[in-house]
C-alpha cells in the first residue's frame, strides 16, 4: 500500500512539472517522507542526491529561459521579465482545463520580456525576437525540468523496491 502511495505522488510531482510549479521540490519531499515512514527502504544518501536534482532543475529552469533571452539579443532586464512573467502567467493560467497554466507559463514568459524588452528602449521587431528566445528558453527549460524529475522518480522507486 506505501508504494502505492508513494506512486501516486510522484507522479502528482510528474504531473505538476510542466505547469510551473515545484513538482520536483514534491518528488523530493515524497524520497524523504519515504524514507522516514518506512524505514530500511530509500537511504538518506538516495534522499540527498534527489534534493540536489530538485535543486538542479530549479536552477536549469531559471538559468535556461534567461540564457535563451539573452541569446536572442534581449537585456538582463528581459530575462527576469521572462522568468517573473513565466511564473505569474503559470499561476494565472488561462481558461482552458487542464494545460492553462502550461499556456499561463509559456505566455508569461514571452509576455514578460517583451514588456521588459519594450521599457528598455528597444523596438518592436527586437522585443518579438527577445520575446521569441524567452518563449524557445522556457518550453527548454520545462523539457529539461520533466527529464530531471523522471530521472529522480526513477531513483526513488528503484531504491523503495530493492
Known amino acids: ?25 514534491i518528488i ?6 519515504y524514507s522516514l515512514l518506512v524505514p530500511g527502504t530509500v537511504g538518506m544518501f538516495t534522499v540527498v542526491m534527489v534534493a540536489l536534482l530538485a535543486v538542479v532543475g530549479e536552477v536549469f529552469e531559471w538559468v535556461l529561459t534567461a540564457r535563451y533571452t539573452k541569446k ?25 482545463p487542464i494545460v492553462g497554466s502550461v499556456i499561463g507559463a509559456f505566455v508569461g514568459a514571452f509576455v514578460g ?9 528597444s523596438g518592436g521587431g527586437v522585443a518579438t525576437r527577445v520575446a521569441t528566445g ?10 529539461v525540468k520533466v527529464g530531471i524529475g523522471v530521472a ?6 528503484f531504491a523503495a523496491l530493492t
Open 134 to 143: 524567452a518563449l524557445i528558453g522556457r518550453a527548454l527549460s520545462a523539457a
Open 1 to 25: 500500500m506505501s508504494v502505492l502511495i508513494l506512486i501516486l505522488v510522484l507522479v502528482l510531482g510528474l504531473v505538476m512539472i510542466p505547469f510551473g510549479l515545484p513538482g520536483t521540490m
Open 72 to 96: 536572442y539579443g534581449g537585456s538582463r532586464r528581459a530575462g527576469w521579465g521572462a522568468i517573473i512573467g513565466g511564473m505569474i502567467g503559470a499561476f494565472m493560467g488561462v481558461p482552458v
Open 28 to 33: 523530493a519531499a515524497a524520497a524523504l517522507g
Open 152 to 157: 529522480m522518480a526513477a531513483w526513488i522507486m
Open 113 to 121: 520580456a517583451f514588456v521588459a524588452e519594450l521599457s528598455q528602449g
